[in-house]
């Protein structure tokens, strides 16, 4: 699948889940407490011309929905996050 020109591949990303925060009560969170989250990004892939490796560049953006009830510690306010990162792709099939 070449888009971008020999080896280049942009591809986008997204999800909904939940994220589970434990109890704790040293932490002063006295039950388990499950909250809605999702992320979106994308990112691009570069193949060297024999594609048996690459590298990848990725961005995720990331949500977590409040709770009212939640403890004050962690879920009273919607929380985001940003993750930038990067690796190395081996393709072990060709």
Do not use: Q
């Amino acid at each position: 699948m070449r888009i971008l020109g020999a080896g280049h591949i942009p591809y986008a990303t997204g999800g909904l889940g939940g994220l589970t925060m434990f109890e704790r009560p040293s932490l002063a969170i006295n039950s388990t407490e499950t909250f809605l989250m999702g992320n979106v990004g994308g990112g691009l892939k570069w193949y060297a011309p024999n594609y048996r490796w690459g590298v990848r560049g990725d961005y995720r953006f990331t949500y977590v929905w409040s709770n009212r009830d939640a403890p004050a510690f962690f879920g009273t306010d919607d929380r985001y996050g940003h993750r930038v990162y990067g690796g190395v792709i081996l393709n072990l099939t060709r």
